[in-house]
């Protein structure tokens, strides 16, 4: 069941240091070995800051694409100590970024700060990773559908070019955790939310949705039969290039 082009998202949260660039070549030379590369998939890697420039300068004319992990909620230049803009970032030659994660809402991102920030990042041109999730409380009290079509309300408008915007479903209680959805109850959930989306936004198409949580060699057999999924958003699998290249691997044997 495997159609369309999917993502395979690596986010680094807070790793890596130069030298961590030896992880990207890794992939880089499995990715272009491999048969399927332009058919069939895409790779994006998202390192800290820090890295970001130096890494798609190097990266600048491969298939691998680098995108940032966040940015400050207001554009431009300002005084706003420690903070990035999505200005910024695009002037260094990023066009990815991931928005909305749980573990930046955790520590204080609200829905206007989120909805500010795709606000920002899409008049920069960017392609955004949108970030939205049920935590543990609110899939046992089954909140699961209201909180994601919150998120989702809040977060995007339907004037925006949806082109741009894939959604990375990421259950805060799978983060982590090695816990993970029975295939089933996640095939219901982005099937939910591409209808959902495709009517609240009045859009023509349905939009990209990845699911991010606890995906690794292992469990990615479990989200081979989901046809409907446009791939993934790896964390701690992702630092190893290993463990990355086996999650490609297993998802086409
Ligand atoms: P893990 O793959 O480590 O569960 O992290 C998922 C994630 O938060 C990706 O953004």
């Known amino acids: 069941m495997i159609g369309h082009i999917k993502y395979f998202v690596g986010n680094w949260k807070m790793f890596g240091i130069p030298r961590s660039i030896k992880i990207i070549d890794r992939i880089n030379s499995f ?8 058919k ?8 800290p800051h820090t890295l970001i420039q130096d890494f798609s300068n190097k990266y600048k004319n491969k298939k691998i694409i680098i995108s940032a992990q966040n940015c400050y909620h ?8 420690g903070q990035i803009s999505p200005f910024m970032i695009k ?7 991931i928005i909305g994660h749980s573990e930046n809402r955790a520590s204080g991102e609200t829905d206007k700060i989120i909805q500010e920030k ?13 970030c939205i999730g049920e935590n543990s409380t609110e899939k046992r009290k089954k909140k699961t559908f ?5 998120q989702l309300k809040s977060a995007l408008n339907k004037r925006y070019n949806f ?29 939910f939310l591409k209808k959902f989306i495709k009517n609240h936004f009045k859009k023509k198409t349905h939009i990209k949705i990845l ?31 290993k463990n990355f290249i086996d999650i490609i691997k297993n998802f086409y044997k």
């Open 31 to 38: 990715f272009n070995k491999d048969k399927k590369n332009n």
């Open 211 to 241: 699911y991010g949580g606890s995906v690794d060699k292992k469990s990615i057999y479990k989200f081979k039969s989901i046809k409907e999924l446009d791939g993934f958003l790896i964390g701690s699998a992702s630092k190893s290039s």
């Open 118 to 130: 795709i606000q920002f990042t899409l008049k920069n041109n960017f392609k955004v990773f949108l």
């Open 74 to 81: 207001k554009d431009s230049f300002g005084a706003h100590t």
């Open 40 to 47: 069939s998939y895409k790779i994006a890697i998202a390192p």
């Open 91 to 97: 002037n260094i030659g990023i066009k990815f970024i």
């Open 163 to 191: 082109n741009n915007i894939i959604i990375a479903y990421e259950p805060v209680w799978s983060i982590g955790t090695g816990k993970i959805l029975s295939p089933n109850e996640l095939k219901k959930i982005i099937i």
């Open 146 to 150: 209201t909180v994601l079509k919150n």
